[in-house]
């Protein structure tokens, strides 16, 4: 099992940056892909990008490519979602999550694939 824990999210102006954290307990970090996620009110929870076990690749929605940079940093049991260039579309609340066995980038989109999830962190884009 594994245990996710969010931080970073906040409230910035159109435009700005920031940068979430995801830390994951337990020592076999690695074996995990991630994802971001996220819900605004009334919507349904969307993919925004997911990284494979050793980072080696990397996917995204189309409404935050160029935007949004997903990495992780095993030896530290973290994933970042850098976010640049923030729309007041992208407030919403952002979950990461993990799963042992995903492959391919259709897997990656659906969170009903994902086994853990975090508490999730908010983050508000005023225009």
């Known amino acids: 099992q594994v245990q996710l824990a969010e931080s970073g999210g906040g409230l910035v102006q159109a435009g700005g940056s920031l940068r979430l954290s995801c830390a994951a307990s337990g020592r076999t970090f690695s074996v995990y892909a991630m994802g971001w996620f996220r819900q605004a009110p009334g919507k349904e929870r969307e993919f925004v990008a997911g990284i494979s076990k050793s980072g080696g690749s990397t996917y995204y929605a189309d409404s935050v490519k160029g935007r949004f940079t997903i990495s992780r940093d095993n030896a530290k049991n973290t994933v970042y979602l850098q976010m640049n260039a923030l729309k007041p579309e992208d407030t919403a609340v952002y979950y990461c999550?993990?799963?042992?066995?995903?492959?391919?980038?259709?897997?990656?989109?659906?969170?009903?694939?994902?086994?853990?999830w975090g508490q999730g962190t908010q983050v508000t884009v005023s225009s």
């Open positions: 999550a993990a799963d042992r066995s995903l492959y391919g980038e259709s897997v990656y989109r659906s969170p009903v694939r994902y086994d853990y």
